[in-house]
């Protein structure tokens, strides 16, 4: 905060601005005096500053103040001009460091020789932020956002939920073809040629249906790995199975996943 | 007007609002013509539809502009809606097969059916008598219930898809 | 995921929280990497500005998915805040020094504050409550005030110029 653009109320110096009669204390307003007075007999709003008016409002002043006192005038246009960069500084959205007044605006008014004792004016744009500005309407409002759904908004929900579950149901199918073909991926062509050969599975279950019934004398059931030792390979051996256990009463038992497959005579 | 300045109107509106408005509402907040609203607004689903974004502009019933359906779980992960999906798939279920007794919701739903009718019945969506055996509940709708939601679209075979369903599971 | 894809997701949940995020937010929503959100990001904005329609993406202080400026009319007429400026003064001076005592409000506003943060819980912009030693009450503003308004420009000055003026007069 600098103190050269104090608007401190606590000044004492309670001038009749708008009046015609001012006293004699009130020659020796300055700039900031003036604008402070302004405030406080509320010609000007201290959170509001309309540049343009309160500029107006000094040249009111101004033309009032029947001693034409040059130097009174240059500092209050010197204010005003002042106000005018700074609202265009915030309005812009420019971080506006400092301001130093130029000497070059005062020579008109011939003040240049009295201005260099004052002390530099360091501004910043912080000071005259109004706050009726403060608070901005976002267009980002949406109306109805929160609101009770209604029965198409449920619909909609559940389509949703039908269209993942579709798209699951589809990753699934699609999981389980991969692990079809992985599982076959280790047989040679020659393998799946005669494997999906009719002949082949119907010497297969024929073999397997012979040792079975011998098995099946001795023993409740047999451990698929087991029926290999006939010379079949496991898989040649599980399609055969299935194909009897179809056409029978055998059947397929397994007491875990991934754990070992039995064949089991069904209950007659 | 401009066309293309009419569009863009129409487009805040529908922004703004999130909700459906028919052509004559548009019209009315915009000051415009229905007839050029109309004409606009067809440019402006046009335009969507072309974008391939997230947005499209849903004409069922009045125009709005909303999330396309398959972000419809961002959706729903976002803004919280009063009641929470389960619930409101219950209550779905209560409106599509109203008057339902609450053995049937639960074989439909499951057994959180329970405290989905407790809830509903507290919000006032719902009320539950008893049977006219006295051993089980009839659950309906309520008066609130239709002026918060209203039924329409495609409802009806929705209803057909529940019965072929045979349940709604929550997910 | 693809690109287009994401962009396509962002835009949904840009849509759908209608506040400003940040990216980390989003690649949290999301479960994307930050990078390729703040990619994705960067080229869903450049599609809403090569669009000329009435929305774009805004970076104040993260991505906000809003109506354009040129638009603020349809806005304020579709979600008018019907305060009066003494009240909105009141309003703007809570965001500033908020959470604020009552008592303090009271000093920095003069005695209608009272009846304006009456008003303002009414509408449901700011909250009230009761103080630790339950003397006073703490004013905050809420989810809604957020909503409708943002900060601008340097606030944090001037809340520290409010301490200095020790009062904010109506006019």
Redesign the interface.
């Known amino acids: 905060m600098t103190e050269a653009f104090d608007y401190s109320l606590t000044n004492t110096n309670t001038a009749e601005v708008n009046g015609a009669s001012v006293n004699s204390a009130t020659q020796e307003l300055d700039g900031i005096e003036i604008l402070v007075s302004m405030a406080k007999t509320g010609k000007v709003n201290p959170w509001n500053i309309d540049i343009v008016d309160i500029t107006d409002k000094y040249l009111t002043q101004l033309f009032q103040m029947k001693s034409q006192n040059l130097r009174l005038t240059g500092r209050t246009l010197l204010f005003a001009a002042i106000l005018l960069k700074l609202k265009s500084n915030i309005l812009e959205n420019i971080e506006m460091v400092e301001f130093e007044p130029n000497e070059e605006q005062f020579d008109e008014f011939d003040i240049s020789d009295d201005f260099n004792t004052e002390e530099n004016y360091t501004y910043n744009q912080n000071n005259v932020i109004s706050i009726d500005e403060v608070l901005q309407r976002r267009t980002s409002i949406r109306l109805n956002r929160n609101r009770v759904v209604t029965l198409k908004d449920l619909i909609r929900q559940l389509e949703f939920y039908e269209m993942i579950d579709k798209k699951q149901s589809l990753k699934n199918a699609h999981e389980r073809a991969k692990r079809r073909v992985r599982s076959y991926a280790n047989l040679s062509s020659e393998d799946i040629i005669n494997l999906a050969h009719d002949e082949y599975i119907e010497d297969g279950v024929q073999r397997l249906k012979e040792n079975l019934e011998q098995i099946f004398k001795r023993e409740n059931r047999v451990e698929l790995t087991e029926l290999t030792l006939l010379g079949m390979d496991k898989i040649s051996a599980y399609i055969a199975l299935l194909f009897l256990s179809a056409e029978s009463d055998y059947e397929l038992v397994q007491d875990e996943f991934y754990a070992e497959l039995y064949v089991t005579r069904g209950l007659q | 007007m401009e066309q293309?300045e009419l569009?863009?109107?129409?487009?805040?509106?529908l922004?703004?609002?999130?909700?459906a408005l028919k052509v004559k509402e548009l019209a009315e907040?915009?000051g415009v013509d229905a007839d050029l609203i109309e004409e606009a607004l067809l440019e402006l689903i046009m335009?969507y539809a072309s974008?391939?974004?997230?947005?499209e502009i849903d004409d069922?019933?009045g125009y709005i502009l909303q999330?396309?359906?398959?972000?419809?779980?961002?959706?729903?992960?976002?803004?919280?809606?009063?009641?929470k999906?389960a619930v409101?798939?219950t209550?779905?279920v209560i409106?599509l097969k109203e008057p339902i007794r609450q053995s049937y919701l639960k074989d439909l739903r499951g057994s959180n059916a329970y405290e989905h009718v407790q809830e509903l019945v507290q919000k006032g969506l719902i009320s539950k008598n008893k049977d006219k055996n006295g051993r089980s509940f009839n659950i309906k709708t309520t008066q609130k219930f239709s002026e918060?939601?209203?039924?329409?679209?495609?409802?009806k075979a929705?209803a057909k898809f529940l019965e072929i369903e045979k349940g709604?599971s929550d997910?």
């Open positions: 293309r569009k863009s109107k129409i487009e805040a509106v922004f703004t609002t999130a909700k907040i915009l335009d974008r391939d974004g997230a947005l069922e019933d999330v396309k359906l398959e972000h419809m779980d961002i959706v729903e992960k976002l803004c919280p809606v009063e009641l999906p409101l798939k209550l779905t409106a918060y939601f209203k039924l329409k679209g495609d409802a929705l709604v997910d």
